[in-house]
């Protein structure tokens, strides 16, 4: 089982190994002696083709060391990784994109101490291939053995490539979006020095062609206070269906009852996207102090209410018991006197 267990992670391991593609005749990296450079002193391969095309292009492999080196050659797709950028297929999976249209005469090319074998290879555009970019890679590899714990040993795959971008005749269409997009506010008590806000999101590119992307986020309150940024970023070049995580910061966002984060992206070929999220951020402390001075004012008014009423209830029953004229009932009659 534990045995089972080293293998896994070795193969995990190889698969993650970092896709290099070399400028200039260096190494790839220190524990390398071999580099996989595209003919011409390209950085890469940039190709395009028509459905149905076939292209014949070639690829350098050099070997750094004082000893032959006999290399697998070959073609894999690129995929998309856990955190959205680009990696590899492992060596023992099938492409099926790109890579499955790259084709050499051999498997393996021994190069000899110090030497570069240029290496041709031909590319098949399927007559059905969609529209747009296919990335892949031509790599060059060896499984080399290495010794994990309890002196177990495996085989480690290790490579070394060169990307391929191929772009097929037809409709371009770039498209990006906004994903996924919250705010969160750890809202204060008092409005004084703020709190932090912090937005995140996702670009995803929806288009069928390669883009960069720039993106700018904003935070404001209600009736477009802005409370934080603009912020900025360059996001890395996403693939057709890659996408990208992002996190902002504001620091000093005062609670200004509503907040709101804009974030607008914009991409190379011309599209653009946009998105907003809210949260409430009630202001407890003026909201704590309005509540008392209504409380204040509407006991004064109550009060001023009922010594009113009480005023004007004593002033009534005063006039009643000052009043001089007769009660209710008595008859006074007036005659003439017979004498007079």
């Not at 267990?5 to 790839?28: E, H, I, Q, S």
């Not at 996190?247 to 200004?256: K, L, Y």
């Not at 946009?274 to 004012?297: D, E, F, Q, R």
């Given at each position: ?66 000893e ?46 110090g ?55 037809g ?8 994903e ?6 750890d ?58 995580e ?13 907040l ?67 009660p ?13």
């Open positions: 089982m534990f045995a089972r267990l080293v293998r896994l992670v070795c193969a995990l391991f190889a698969a993650l190994l970092p896709l290099v593609a070399l400028a200039g005749p260096a190494r790839a990296a220190d524990e390398f002696t071999w580099g996989v450079q595209p003919a011409g002193g390209r950085d890469h391969f940039v190709l395009t083709a028509a459905p149905g095309q076939t292209l014949v292009d070639v690829v350098g492999v050099s070997n750094f060391g004082a032959p080196l006999t290399l697998r050659v070959y073609a894999t797709d690129a995929v998309l990784a856990v955190d959205g950028g680009m990696t590899l297929l492992t060596g023992a999976e099938q492409p099926r994109d790109v890579g499955s249209w790259i084709g050499f005469d051999a498997e393996s090319y021994t190069i000899a101490p030497k570069r074998a240029d290496i041709p290879f031909r590319l098949t555009v399927p007559a059905g291939a969609t529209p747009g970019d296919h990335t892949g890679a031509i790599v060059a590899s060896i499984k080399a053995a290495a010794t994990g714990p309890g002196e177990q040993r495996f085989d480690v795959d290790r490579r070394v490539g060169a990307r391929v971008y191929l772009r097929v005749d409709p371009a269409l770039p498209g990006l979006a906004i996924d997009l919250r705010v969160s506010y809202n204060p008590l008092t409005m004084f020095g703020g709190a932090e806000a912090v937005v995140r999101y996702r670009v995803r590119n929806t288009g069928n062609v390669r883009t960069t992307a720039r993106v700018e986020t904003t935070v404001s309150g209600l009736g477009g206070w802005r409370l934080g940024g603009p912020k900025r970023t360059t996001l890395p070049e996403l693939l057709p269906g890659a996408t990208h992002v996190v902002q910061r504001f620091a000093g966002v005062v609670p200004a009852g509503r709101t984060a804009d974030v607008k992206a914009t991409g190379d070929p011309a599209t653009a996207a946009t998105g907003s999220a809210t949260v409430w951020a009630p202001p407890w402390l003026l909201l704590g102090a309005i509540v008392l001075l209504l409380g204040a004012l509407i006991g004064r008014v109550v009060r001023v209410v009922r010594r009113r009423r009480r005023t004007a209830a004593e002033g009534a029953a005063t006039t009643e018991a000052g009043d001089g004229s007769k209710a009932g008595t008859h006074t009659e007036a005659t003439a006197d017979p004498t007079g």
